[in-house]
């Protein structure tokens, strides 16, 4: 199993960013998916989960700003980033999990400054 997560950058405090996450060897649909993130000197927290049913759940601190969402069909999961925050600023995690399988990502950095 790979997940491989790209798209994270430096952005400018307001501006958008969307990041994805390519999954390879497993099959999609059969599995939920979420963005963690992990800023320095922070644990690692949620961030946006999207269930198998399609349902979504969101950290409150990107509550109406994020957006995720999946691709079945490509195998891919994005978060679209809106109105971003220096407080967003994180190494960002793709994960696809069920009931008795976890996998994680390697991370992309998003830098928000200006």
């Known amino acids: 199993v790979q997940l491989q997560a790209s798209g994270g950058g430096l952005v400018q405090p307001g501006g958008s960013l969307r990041l994805s996450c390519a999954a390879s060897?497993?099959?999609?649909?059969?599995?939920?998916m979420a963005w963690h993130r992990q800023a320095p000197g922070k644990q690692r927290e949620l961030v946006a989960a999207?269930?198998?049913?399609?349902?979504?759940h969101y950290a409150d601190s990107v509550k109406g700003r994020f957006t995720i969402s999946r691709g079945n069909a490509e195998k891919m999961v994005y978060l679209q980033m809106n109105i971003v925050k220096p407080e967003d600023t994180a190494v960002y995690y793709c994960?696809?999990?069920?009931?008795?399988?976890?996998?994680w990502g390697q991370g992309t950095l998003v830098t928000v400054s200006s």
């Open positions: 994960r696809v999990y069920n009931w008795d399988r976890d996998y």
């Open positions: 060897g497993i099959i999609f649909s059969r599995y939920s």
């Open positions: 999207s269930a198998r049913d399609g349902s979504t």
